[in-house]
Antibody, heavy 121, light 108 residues
Framework: QVQLVESGGGVVQPGGSLGLSCAASGFTLSSYAMHWVRQAPGRGLEWVAV????????DYADSVKGRFTISRDNSKNTLYLQVNSLRGEDTAVYYCAKSGWYQLLYYFDYWGQGTLVTVSS | EIVLTQSPGTLSLSPGERATLSCRASQSVTSNYLAWYQQKPGQTPRLLIY???SRATGIPDRFSGSGSGTDFTLTISRLEPEDFAVYYCQLYGSSPLTFGGGTKVEIK
C-alpha cells in the first residue's frame, strides 16, 4: 500500500532553515508528480509546491517562492523540501502528497501524516 | 487566481440526515477539475471525489459530487457517525492549486 512518511520538522527561529523529507513506498515514485501542502494550526489547507515526476519542472505558491525549494531523489524514493528564511506564518504541519497522475497540477490521492514546523523565537 | 468559496461554514446535522455542501469558484473551472477531501480531527486529509463527480478508490457510494462551471456540490446521502468532519474542495489543472476554506459537518 502507498505510504508517505515525512520527517525533519521542528522548532526554528525566524529567519532560520529546515530540511524536510518524505519517504515514499508502495508505488513507483518516478511515475508521479509530488507535492507539499501545509496546514497552519486550526486553519485550512494551503498548497506549497510541486515537482514533476522527473524533477525537471517545479512550481511554488507565491507565499513561498524564493524561500522554499522542492526536490526529489527517485533512486532513494524520497521527496524533499528545503525551507529557508522562515517566518511566523510558515508555522504549520507540512504534508507530503502524491499526485493522482504524472501531470504537474493535479489532485492529491495519498497524503502523509505530516511533520510540524514551528517558527518561534 | 481562482478563489473557491465553500458554504456553509458549519453544517449541524443528525446521523441519517442528508448533507449538501457547496463550493463556488470565482471563474469557470476547466474540465471540471474539482476535488473534494475529508479531514477528521487529528487526521490527514482523504480524497473523496475528483473530476467533480468521480469517487476515489474505496469511498462509499453515499458520497457523491456534482456540478460544473463555477458551482459544485458534495452530497452525503445519509450521514454516518464517521462522516462528521471538515470537507475541503480543491481546484486543479492550473497554478496555483487552491483549496476552499472548508465546511465543518458537526453533530446536531
Amino acid at each position: 500500500q502507498v505510504q508517505l512518511v515525512e520527517s525533519g520538522g521542528g522548532v526554528v527561529q525566524p529567519g532560520g532553515s529546515l530540511g524536510l523529507s518524505c519517504a515514499a513506498s508502495g508505488f513507483t515514485l518516478s511515475s508521479y508528480a509530488m507535492h507539499w501542502v501545509r496546514q497552519a494550526p486550526g486553519r485550512g489547507l494551503e498548497w506549497v509546491a510541486v515537482i514533476s515526476y522527473d524533477g525537471r519542472n517545479k512550481d511554488y505558491a507565491d507565499s513561498v517562492k524564493g524561500r522554499f525549494t522542492i526536490s526529489r531523489d527517485n533512486s532513494k524514493n524520497t521527496l524533499y523540501l528545503q525551507v529557508n528564511s522562515l517566518r511566523g506564518e510558515d508555522t504549520a504541519v507540512y504534508y507530503c502528497a502524491k499526485s493522482g497522475w504524472y501531470q504537474l497540477l493535479y489532485y492529491f490521492d495519498y497524503w502523509g501524516q505530516g511533520t510540524l514546523v514551528t517558527v518561534s523565537s | 487566481e481562482i478563489v473557491l468559496t465553500q458554504s456553509p461554514g458549519t453544517l449541524s446535522l443528525s446521523p441519517g440526515e442528508r448533507a449538501t455542501l457547496s463550493c463556488r469558484a470565482s471563474q469557470s473551472v476547466t474540465s471540471n477539475y474539482l476535488a473534494w477531501y475529508q479531514q477528521k480531527p487529528g487526521q490527514t486529509p482523504r480524497l473523496l471525489i475528483y473530476g467533480a463527480s468521480s469517487r476515489a478508490t474505496g469511498i462509499p457510494d453515499r458520497f457523491s459530487g456534482s456540478g460544473s462551471g463555477t458551482d459544485f456540490t458534495l452530497t452525503i446521502s445519509r450521514l454516518e457517525p464517521e462522516d462528521f468532519a471538515v470537507y475541503y474542495c480543491q481546484l486543479y489543472g492550473s497554478s496555483p492549486l487552491t483549496f476552499g476554506g472548508g465546511t465543518k459537518v458537526e453533530i446536531k
